[in-house]
């Protein structure tokens, strides 16, 4: 029997809250750092030179190992985001009762039964998923709209209960995302049990109140919480450099690209950060980076090829010129006049 493996396959059902921002002031200003890793829906790309994935194959896979889950699971997980549910829901079945502890596999049974209206078999499933992996939140959430549906308001309530406990700052994130940032710092004021992201939202909230000091005391908290938090020190970047304290907004952009060394925007902001510090060349590496990361950054290529003519290399600045032209022509001509001013004269 071949070996196969499961795939990540794209859930509409149960939406989940999230919300991102810009590279000034922003990322994933309401990352939980803290969310177990089994959720209800995820999503991914098939990495390049996949094979193509389809119903069919999915359902030649099964055919050809019929006793392996994991064939199972994929060809439930693709009619799930069909919205084939009642197939979804037979292939899971076979899942769960060949490993009973499949947490994904029964959250996905959870998941058909509720669209199919068979709201006691999803609480069922939910409630064995929320057994084995009880700190998922979102198993919660999803327990508690089963319950709701089945008109047992009692237990929804005890599942909302728990699910606001495991996720305190639900409320806020979407107070922020409404734009009503004075009720998002009220609502975080109140909370009980405040974690990391807590003060994240919270420093979020503050800095679009244009209140940077206290952004930065609400970051620092969090990373404090949780040293590991790689948005909170992006953001605590953000905050010093609004209160022109360069020293303190490197360092915490250094601790942000540390942590997540695929962060295009944390590498420009930091490259932003060196070059009010006139370090030029950790700038110019730091922008490199960001270039490299996000080829398609026009402001880091810019700011990378200003620095590269400061230096005295104009062939640097000319391919920057070059790759700016297929990216922002509007950009790749002030630096083509630029580089012409800098060229000496014969």
Request: glycine residues 4%.
């Given at each position: 029997?071949?070996?196969?493996?499961?795939?990540?396959?794209?859930?509409?059902?149960?939406?989940?809250?999230?919300?991102?921002?810009?590279?000034?002031?922003?990322?994933?200003?309401?990352?939980?750092?803290?969310?177990?890793?089994?959720?209800?829906?995820?999503?991914?790309?098939?990495?390049?030179?996949?094979?193509?994935?389809?119903?069919?194959?999915?359902?030649?896979?099964?055919?050809?190992?019929?006793?392996?889950?994991?064939?199972h699971f994929?060809?439930?997980?693709?009619?799930?985001?069909?919205?084939?549910?009642?197939?979804?829901a037979?292939?899971?079945k076979?899942?769960?009762?060949?490993?009973?502890?499949?947490?994904?596999?029964?959250?996905?049974?959870?998941?058909?039964?509720?669209?199919?209206?068979?709201?006691?078999?999803?609480?069922?499933?939910?409630?064995?998923?929320?057994?084995?992996?009880?700190?998922?939140?979102?198993?919660?959430?999803?327990?508690?709209?089963?319950?709701?549906?089945?008109?047992?308001?009692?237990?929804?309530?005890?599942?909302?209960?728990?699910?606001?406990?495991?996720?305190p700052?639900?409320?806020?994130?979407?107070?922020?995302?409404?734009?009503?940032?004075?009720?998002?710092?009220?609502?975080?004021?109140?909370?009980?049990?405040?974690?990391?992201e807590?003060?994240?939202?919270?420093?979020n909230?503050?800095?679009?109140?244009?209140?940077?000091?206290?952004?930065?005391?609400?970051?620092?908290?969090?990373?404090?919480?949780?040293?590991?938090?790689?948005?909170?020190?992006?953001?605590?970047?953000?905050?010093?450099?609004?209160?022109?304290?360069q020293?303190?907004?490197?360092?915490?952009?250094?601790?942000?690209v540390?942590?997540?060394?695929?962060?295009?925007?944390?590498?420009?902001?930091?490259?932003?950060?060196?070059?009010?510090?006139?370090?030029?060349s950790?700038?110019?590496?730091?922008?490199?980076?960001?270039?490299?990361?996000?080829?398609?950054?026009?402001?880091?290529?810019?700011?990378?090829?200003?620095?590269?003519?400061?230096?005295?290399?104009?062939?640097?600045?000319?391919?920057?010129?070059?790759?700016?032209?297929?990216i922002?022509?509007?950009t790749?001509?002030?630096?083509?006049?630029?580089?012409?001013?800098?060229?000496?004269?014969?």
């Amino acid at each position: 029997m071949k070996l196969m493996k499961r795939l990540l396959l794209s859930l509409a059902v149960f939406a989940l809250l999230s919300f991102a921002s810009c590279k000034s002031e922003s990322k994933s200003e309401t990352a939980n750092p803290t969310q177990p890793a089994a959720t209800l829906g995820t999503e991914a790309t098939p990495p390049p030179g996949s094979v193509e994935i389809s119903e069919a194959t999915l359902q030649k896979d099964a055919q050809q190992n019929p006793d392996d889950p994991t064939a199972h699971f994929n060809l439930g997980g693709m009619y799930l985001a069909e919205g084939k549910y009642a197939e979804a829901a037979e292939e899971f079945k076979f899942v769960t009762a060949k490993n009973p502890k499949d947490v994904d596999a029964l959250a996905r049974l959870g998941i058909a039964d509720a669209a199919l209206n068979k709201f006691d078999e999803a609480i069922d499933a939910f409630k064995r998923a929320a057994v084995l992996s009880p700190q998922n939140a979102d198993l919660h959430k999803a327990l508690a709209d089963a319950y709701e549906k089945a008109g047992r308001q009692t237990e929804a309530a005890r599942e909302r209960a728990e699910f606001e406990r495991l996720q305190p700052n639900e409320h806020a994130k979407e107070l922020y995302k409404q734009g009503k940032y004075e009720e998002t710092v009220v609502e975080l004021q109140k909370l009980s049990n405040k974690n990391a992201e807590t003060y994240l939202v919270q420093g979020n909230a503050l800095l679009k109140l244009n209140q940077p000091k206290e952004a930065a005391d609400a970051f620092r908290q969090a990373v404090r919480m949780n040293p590991q938090y790689a948005d909170a020190y992006f953001q605590l970047g953000n905050a010093c450099d609004r209160l022109n304290q360069q020293e303190d907004a490197a360092k915490a952009f250094q601790e942000a690209v540390r942590l997540n060394p695929q962060d295009a925007d944390a590498f420009f902001n930091l490259g932003n950060t060196y070059g009010k510090l006139g370090r030029d060349s950790e700038a110019a590496d730091a922008y490199a980076q960001a270039v490299r990361l996000n080829p398609q950054d026009a402001d880091a290529r810019f700011r990378l090829a200003l620095l590269r003519l400061k230096g005295g290399d104009v062939r640097a600045a000319s391919e920057q010129y070059e790759a700016l032209k297929g990216i922002n022509p509007q950009t790749a001509e002030k630096l083509r006049q630029i580089i012409g001013q800098s060229a000496p004269s014969k």
